[in-house]
Structure formats: C-alpha cells, structure tokens
C-alpha cells in the first residue's frame, strides 16, 4: 500500500466537499481526486463510525410537499412507555424527532407534516390532550431550517479528540438567512422508501437498497439519481459529529436547544452570529412568530468552554434564551413519515385516523406492569 498523499488530521476537511455533494459515495472520485489509496480510503471512512461521526442527508421538505413543526407538550404521568405514543406519533402525524427536557419533563419535538394539514395536526393534539394522555400544548410552524457541517478544523482525526480555540471564534450577525418554500417536485413512494433508507445508511450500495426494497436494481438506480439527487429531494449531505456509543452510554454528552422568544429582526441576527460560530451547535431554526432556535450537542470535555462562549457573547447583545437540557434516556430521531404517503393519493394526515392508531399503540406496548 502506497503512503496517501494527505494528512489523517485534515482528512475530515479534504472529504467535506464530497460529503455535501452526495455523501460522498463515490470512493473511487474520491481516491481520484485526493490521491488517497482505495483501501487506506475506506479505512478512513469505516472508521467515522467509531469515533462518533456520520452523514445526514438533508431533505427539502418544501419539495416533498411538507411543513416543519416545533411543538412541546407533556406526558400523562401514568404512561409507562413513552415510545408506545411517540412511535404512533410518527407513524401518524409525522414526528420526526424528539427530546425528553430535564426538570419540565416536557416534549421538545419536529414534526413534518404535509402542507394545508395544521388544523387536522392541532385537532389531533387537542384530543390526546382531552383524554388527559398529552398536556400543555405548544407548537410553531417553522419559517426555515438550517443544519451545519461539522467543524473538522476542530477535531483530530487521529486522537479523535476535539480542540477548540474560542478566542478565535468569530460570528457574522450580518450573514443571509435561508428563503423559505420552494415549488414541490414529483415524486412517488419508491422515492420516498429511497430517502428513508439513506436516512437510516447514507452510504448503502444500490444493489443492497434495491435488495432491502425488494425492487430492480435499474428501477433503484433510476429513482436515485433522476429522482431523489436529480430533483433535489436530497439537495445536500451534512458530516455530522453525533458521538460515540460508549460517550452515550456514559452520558458524557449535553444536549441542549437555545429559545429565544419572539425576537425583533436584528436581535434574531445577534442571536444567529453567536450560536452558528459555537461549534458544536447542530441546527438553527426560525418560526412564524419570531422565535429562534439552535440546538446544540456538546461533549462533556467542551461544555464549561462553550457554555462560557455563548453566555458571554450572549450578554453582550442583551439575549437571554431559554436553555433546554435533553435528556438522553428519552431522545430519538425518525426516518421521513413515509407511512404517512399513500399510493395515487400522496400525503394524507387524518385526525381521527391518527388518534385511533396512536390509542392502538398505547394498548398494545403500554400495558401496565404486572
């Protein structure tokens, strides 16, 4: 095996422009393009997964014909599976991902929900809440929604260690903001079987996707790149620190969502240029009443310096967010509600239909202990 002509430490950040592409499943481009052994490249790559690193596709759900949702709301103190009433959630009513919050006990959830459907969303909430299984509803819809590459100048490949200098991070409250709504596109429900497997492995190969599907290779092949990249339903990937197994099981992870409420223009500015240049912040979002938020993951060894950063940068505009503190026994993120699409129909989101489905999961998992 030939010496690469790259260096282990600054892999992460010759790969970023490979990943935002197509999450980087050309190898061989890439060996191409950076002069890196094929097998010194797979290497490098299988080895992401060992320190915590992956690859998210981005979807445009504007093109898929949904709308994003920020919600919060309680549990019954007396339900005994939370994932029994999450689950049917998602199959239903679109949740994409939520956060069980420290101390509030309250949901922090995204939902994805196809457009024109928020009354039959909000009337599905209000009969949970009725039967006294969900309390203290709040929800948004969300204007736009960014998600960041990771920071591979901060982290060392080789030690897989971060280090961050925060005297030299440098926010830019004049930065563009991302337009929200794009015209939809047309797509089918092998698209979106499509999606949620990349979601769940991004660099799966397409004979095992059409093994998985049960469908022709040509057909997946076809689907993927005149569809799903062709059309942009997936305009982009993100590489993506979300930890190590053994960081998780020893909570040496903090999950946090930054809120600030109902800001004025320029305050939401502010509040942009301190939380995007924070490194280890995840996503920001802006809803339709103003508010702002960015959801951070940070490793234990990081959290004072970062803490500091925002705090600090924070008091200097004026902005005191609400921090919520995830807790990691109750957090989990779905694939697309593909569930939610039917055939010659598209998507279909139905109150009564949800209720009686998320009552039906609720009975079968939630039973009480003996």
């Not at 029994?84 to 995204?110: M, N, P, W």
């Not at 993506?240 to 903090?254: C, Y």
Request: hydrophobic fraction near 40%.
């Amino acid at each position: 095996m030939r010496i690469p002509a790259d260096n282990a430490a600054e892999f992460l950040t010759r790969i970023v422009p490979f990943i935002d592409s197509d999450g980087a499943r050309n190898l061989n481009a890439i060996c191409r393009d950076l002069s890196i052994p094929y097998q010194t490249l797979r290497f490098r790559m299988n080895r992401l997964k060992q320190q915590g690193i992956s690859v998210l596709p981005l979807l445009d759900i504007d093109k898929l014909g949904l709308q994003r949702i920020r919600a919060s709301f309680g549990l019954a103190r007396d339900i005994q599976n939370p994932k029994a009433i999450l689950g049917g959630l998602h199959q239903k009513a679109g949740l994409k991902a939520y956060t069980r919050v420290f101390f509030s006990q309250e949901l922090d959830c995204e939902f994805l929900i196809p457009k024109g459907s928020l009354k039959e969303f909000a009337k599905l909430l209000r009969a949970l809440e009725e039967m006294k299984l969900i309390e203290n509803i709040e929800y948004k819809p969300i204007l736009w929604k960014r998600v960041f590459m990771m920071r591979t100048k901060f982290f060392d490949y080789e030690s897989g260690e971060w280090d961050v200098d925060y005297s030299r991070l440098v926010g830019d409250p004049s930065a563009a903001v991302p337009k929200p709504w794009t015209e939809e596109a047309k797509f089918d429900y092998n698209d979106l079987l499509i999606i949620k497997s990349l979601e769940m492995d991004p660099w799966i190969k397409v004979v095992d996707l059409a093994r998985n599907l049960k469908l022709p290779v040509g057909d997946v092949s076809y689907h993927l790149n005149r569809h799903v990249i062709g059309r942009k339903l997936i305009p982009s990937f993100r590489l993506r620190w979300i930890g190590t197994k053994e960081a998780w099981s020893k909570h040496s992870l903090v999950v946090q969502s930054y809120v600030f409420d109902k800001l004025s223009d320029e305050d939401m500015r502010h509040a942009m240029s301190v939380m995007t240049a924070a490194p280890f912040t995840w996503d920001d979002e802006l809803a339709d009443d103003g508010t702002y938020y960015a959801d951070v993951l940070i490793p234990l060894s990081q959290f004072p310096e970062t803490q500091n950063y925002i705090s600090e940068n924070l008091r200097q505009v004026g902005l005191r967010p609400r921090v919520l503190s995830g807790d990691w026994s109750l957090i989990s993120l779905f694939t697309i509600p593909y569930t939610m699409f039917e055939k010659g129909i598209g998507w279909a989101l139905d109150a009564e239909t949800g209720l009686g489905y998320v009552l039906q999961m609720i009975s079968q998992y939630d039973k009480p202990k003996a």
